[in-house]
């Protein structure tokens, strides 16, 4: 079990909005930033979000991150059939002296 | 800036392995590699990361004292290496530029290394 949790799936229809959580504590979320990766399968992750909120160059603006106390999130908006990966959060964590993996979320374009 | 992994290897339990990643398009003592394993049909985990500059290596809990990260600076080099490979260690291995300690901005193709009698 992840020490950041999030929901084993996600679905949406194309050009739909879907958000994807990612929850922590205070050792992780609460006082660190959060990264997201997609990763599509048989191909390396790929840097999605980067403190908390941050894009890197390249990546459309469909995408956006937000952070809450000990929480954050991942949205996507006008979903497209190339955004069916997984998707997962990151966290450095002050008790493990680690960096910390959600658990991912394998999102679905129906 | 790329990161190139060795290809996939194929060992028996109890043999040893080190796997490579080959960097370039940047100056390799400027940014630690991390390693990260995806063990099949399961998430992400992260391993731990080095500091080429120093061979300084932190490593994540579950790795400690199971795997050695290490850096060859004339290489632009960082490598992954396993004593006595179990099945368990069954896995796609990932290595990736990391700034800022968290963020893994650069990622290799991977290295599949499969443990079987």
């Known amino acids: 079990q992840s020490v950041l949790t999030q929901p084993p799936s996600a679905s949406g229809t194309p050009g739909q909005r879907v958000t994807i959580s990612c929850s922590g504590s205070?050792?992780?979320?609460?006082?660190?930033?959060v990264n997201w990766y997609q990763h599509l399968p048989r191909t390396a992750p790929k840097l999605l979000i980067y403190?908390?909120?941050q894009r890197p160059s390249g990546v459309p603006d469909r995408f956006s991150g937000s952070k809450s106390g000990t929480s954050a999130s991942l949205a996507i908006s006008g979903l497209q059939s190339e955004d069916e990966a997984d998707y997962y959060c990151?966290?450095?964590?002050?008790?493990?002296?680690?960096?910390?993996f959600g658990g991912g979320t394998k999102l679905t374009v129906l | 800036v790329q990161l190139v992994q060795s290809g996939a290897e194929v060992k028996k339990p109890g043999e040893s392995l080190k796997i490579s990643c080959k960097t370039s398009?940047?100056?390799?003592?400027?940014?630690?590699i991390g390693w990260v394993r995806q063990m099949p049909g399961k998430g992400l985990e992260w391993m731990g990361i080095?500091?080429?500059?120093?061979?300084?290596?932190i490593y994540s809990p579950s790795f400690q004292g199971q795997v050695t990260i290490s850096a060859d600076k004339s290489l632009s080099t960082a490598y992954l290496q396993w004593g006595s490979l179990k099945a368990s260690d069954t896995a796609m291995y990932y290595c990736?530029?990391?700034?800022?300690?968290?963020?893994?901005?650069?990622w290799g193709q991977g290295t599949l290394v499969t443990v079987s009698s």
């Open positions: 990736a530029r990391i700034w800022e300690v968290t963020i893994h901005d650069y």
């Open positions: 398009g940047y100056t390799f003592t400027s940014h630690w």
């Open positions: 080095i500091n080429p500059g120093d061979s300084n290596a």
């Open positions: 205070s050792s992780n979320i609460g006082s660190n930033s």
């Open positions: 403190t908390n909120n």
């Open positions: 990151t966290a450095w964590d002050d008790s493990l002296n680690a960096v910390i």
